[in-house]
């Protein structure tokens, strides 16, 4: 699969038409590549999200990108992994939809090139070998599904992440 390349990078350095940022339902902030991401972006990009006003855990939200590289932020909530037996399907299933809502919310604003990190697999954590295989299958169904989509761009933090999503490509 062509269209999905896998790189070490941190994502505000990425020239892409979007990134996608892994936020909270406030929108308002955080740690790990949230506030790497507003740090990059500048108070713009805060001002733009206070007015949204918020976003349910697995839908997205677009803003501008302001002072980084890319046109477009997507802001999406992932799943907080609990590890409780019997939730395990609602998060996948969360986690599945952050990456279907963002996918077709850039797509709708003319976004064709897109980079993703990996979503919940930091403060959330979410197991990063299960988080992968979801991501990668998301990814190419909605690839197949948008041949005009030209590129996916998984961009992984640390080696571990890395070769997750390595494995999961193959
Ligand atoms: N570029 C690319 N990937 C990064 C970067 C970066 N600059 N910084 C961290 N990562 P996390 P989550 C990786 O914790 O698990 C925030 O506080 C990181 O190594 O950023 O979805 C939000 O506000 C990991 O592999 O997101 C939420 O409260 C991946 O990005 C909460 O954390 C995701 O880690 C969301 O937690």
Redesign the pocket.
């Given at each position: 699969m062509g269209k999905i390349s896998l790189i070490k990078?941190?994502?505000?350095?990425?020239h892409a038409d979007a990134i996608v940022n892994?936020?909270?339902s406030?929108l308002?902030?955080?740690?790990?590549?949230?506030?790497?991401?507003h740090r990059?972006a500048g108070p713009g990009l805060l001002r733009e999200c206070k007015r949204i006003g918020g976003c349910p855990t697995s839908e997205a939200r677009i803003t501008g990108g302001y002072n980084l590289p890319a046109k477009f932020v997507i802001h999406t909530?992932?799943p907080?992994w609990r590890g409780r037996a019997g939730d395990e399907d609602r998060e996948d299933a969360l986690l599945a939809g952050c990456y279907r809502n963002s996918l077709a919310l850039a797509y709708e604003n003319g976004v064709r090139t897109i980079a993703f990190?990996?979503?919940?697999?930091?403060?959330?954590?979410?197991p990063?070998e299960r988080a992968s295989k979801i991501a990668v299958k998301e990814i190419r169904e909605f690839l197949e599904a948008h041949p005009k989509m030209e590129k996916v761009i998984i961009?992984?933090?640390?080696d571990e992440?890395f070769r997750a999503y390595e494995e999961a490509l193959k």
């Amino acid at each position: 699969m062509g269209k999905i390349s896998l790189i070490k990078e941190d994502i505000t350095k990425v020239h892409a038409d979007a990134i996608v940022n892994a936020a909270n339902s406030t929108l308002l902030g955080g740690g790990g590549v949230d506030g790497a991401i507003h740090r990059a972006a500048g108070p713009g990009l805060l001002r733009e999200c206070k007015r949204i006003g918020g976003c349910p855990t697995s839908e997205a939200r677009i803003t501008g990108g302001y002072n980084l590289p890319a046109k477009f932020v997507i802001h999406t909530v992932g799943p907080a992994w609990r590890g409780r037996a019997g939730d395990e399907d609602r998060e996948d299933a969360l986690l599945a939809g952050c990456y279907r809502n963002s996918l077709a919310l850039a797509y709708e604003n003319g976004v064709r090139t897109i980079a993703f990190p990996s979503i919940s697999t930091g403060a959330y954590r979410f197991p990063v070998e299960r988080a992968s295989k979801i991501a990668v299958k998301e990814i190419r169904e909605f690839l197949e599904a948008h041949p005009k989509m030209e590129k996916v761009i998984i961009v992984c933090f640390g080696d571990e992440v890395f070769r997750a999503y390595e494995e999961a490509l193959k």
